[in-house]
T-cell receptor
Framework: GESVGLHLPTLSVQEGDNSIINCAYSNSASDYFIWYKQESGKGPQFIIDIRSNMDKRQGQRVTVLLNKTVKHLSLQIAATQPGDSAVYFCADGYGNNRLAFGKGNQVVVIP | DAGVIQSPRHEVTEMGQEVTLRCKPISGHNSLFWYRQTMMRGLELLIYFNNNVPIDDSGMPEDRFSAKMPNASFSTLKIQPSEPRDSAVYFC???????????FGDGTRLSIL
């Protein structure tokens, strides 16, 4: 499958600030995009997803933005909290249930 | 609601031994996925099932790996014989249908000595 990449390996954020995690995907046929959070010793936890017919979707304290023109995906976390410290993965799918995961981006929240 | 349940959580065994990993998907989910996670390669899809039928096993490393799903509530991933390079965290995930979020278990940390 196609690979999905992340720009920054580590993001350090002051508690209370907003975080933005960016992701590029390569498969223009991808129609489903998803963000996961993984804490140490646990499995990836679903955060939010978005389909290709949308360019923005909001959840609780999180917003995902999709720019299909440049094949770019971002996750915004509002008012970052210590519990947000984790590795964040983006992934894209193209209709057959296969998700291609990026390498992950470590977010460190500074109290 | 119970999430995806995997067992064992940790497995340490000597090379050459048979290893069996187990997964119980979320009730009502009809797709099941096996992944492997390593520092070098990240999260890799090994195989997935729809309605208990294997759909894509192209990610299975070699013939030493096999997976079964005898019913909607149980799946196994078997490695025989195991090798040190099989050491990784193995995750099982399930989803309700195509392009619905996959929900992951907490994985099995496998160490082959």
């Amino acid at each position: 499958g196609e690979s999905v990449g992340l720009h920054l390996p580590t993001l350090s954020v002051q508690e209370g600030d907003n975080s933005i995690i960016n992701c590029a995907y390569s498969n223009s046929a991808s129609d489903y995009f998803i963000w996961y959070k993984q804490e140490s010793g646990k499995g990836p936890q679903f955060i939010i997803d978005i389909r290709s017919n949308m360019d923005k979707r909001q959840g609780q304290r999180v917003t995902v933005l999709l720019n299909k023109t440049v094949k770019h995906l971002s996750l915004q976390i509002a008012a970052t909290q210590p519990g947000d410290s984790a590795v964040y993965f983006c992934a894209d799918g193209y209709g057959n249930n296969r998700l291609a995961f990026g390498k992950g981006n470590q977010v460190v929240v500074i109290p | 609601d119970a999430g995806v349940i995997q067992s064992p959580r940790h497995e340490v065994t000597e090379m050459g031994q048979e290893v069996t990993l187990r997964c119980k998907p979320i009730s009502g989910h009809n797709s099941l996925f096996w992944y492997r996670q390593t520092m070098m390669r990240g999260l890799e899809l090994l195989i997935y099932f729809n309605n208990n039928v294997p759909i894509d096993d192209s990610g299975m490393p070699e013939d030493r790996f096999s997976a079964k799903m005898p019913n909607a509530s149980f799946s196994t991933l078997k490695i025989q014989p195991s090798e040190p390079r099989d050491s990784a965290v193995y995750f099982c995930a399930s989803s309700r249908q195509n392009n619905q979020p996959q929900h992951f278990g907490d994985g099995t940390r496998l160490s082959i000595l």
